[in-house]
């Protein structure tokens, strides 16, 4: 089971576009895909067409704390794949998870051990994560096997890459599985002359670790969040475009991780 964690403190870099659409493009090439929103905005669960009101909070990562099992929680969602809903009382999951037993460092893993017994439900797990560091970060990365982080050219940005790098080197000293960091470059112009520039910095520091799909400004990704649907629902002109991106990027994670 790949469990693939979407993360950066900046926000609003792309995190839950990213979150989404790569959960439809896992499922579209036939694997079995739970997509966890763990972050009390709920912008994926919207999205999803889940209305955060009518999720119960045990119902969400708030239930996992309180030691309900993961099968219990998800439910599926119209987009084809499983869904652990977001509830706006999880503004207190980073209280919740800070005092839970090792500072809930392991709350996730032990989730996916016990729902993996006797066979992993799901081949690819997606979180997506609200735009902050801390105990809710912290207990995510001990589950994942990859960390990806969306980033645009903007200084801002390559501050919050370099905290999330480092949050990631500790918890590779309790998860072994952790492969490390993948850059994503979103809303980028690599013929535009402020981003090659931004590349270049960029490139110094994390050539290793960026990703070759490069995600432009679409407005499909913008417009098929207000009509709650995934690129691959949404029939936008430039859907197709962006599909094939998200398809792209699927094929160099596998590329990467194996499929499942
Ligand atoms: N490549 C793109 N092209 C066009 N619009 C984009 C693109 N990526 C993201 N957006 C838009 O940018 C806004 C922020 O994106 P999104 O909500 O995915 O970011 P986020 O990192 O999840 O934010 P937060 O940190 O608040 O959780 C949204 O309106 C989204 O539609
Ligand atoms: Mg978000």
Known sequence: MQIYGIALEKGGV?????????AAAFSKVNLRVLLIDLDAQAHATSWL?????TVRPEESMLGIVQGRPLRSCVRPSLAGFDLLPAHPA?????????????SGLFLLQDAFAQASTPAPPYDVV????A?????????ALSAMTRC?????PEDLVLQSLRALTESVRAAQRVNPRLRGLSVLRNRYAPRSAGDQVYDATLRETYASSLLQTILPVRAALRDAAGMRQTVFAYGGSDAPEVRALFLNLVEELITLDGGS
């Not at 067409?49 to 009101?53: D, F, L, R």
């Open 131 to 139: 735009p902050a560091r801390g105990p809710v970060l912290a207990t």
């Open 49 to 53: 067409g889940v209305s955060p009101e």
């Open 90 to 102: 999880m503004a207190s999951l980073p209280v919740q998870v800070a005092g839970a037993l090792n």
């Open 14 to 22: 792309g995190k839950t576009s990213i979150a989404v659409n790569l």
């Open 126 to 129: 997606v979180l997506d994560l």
């Open 148 to 152: 990806i982080a969306p980033v645009q």
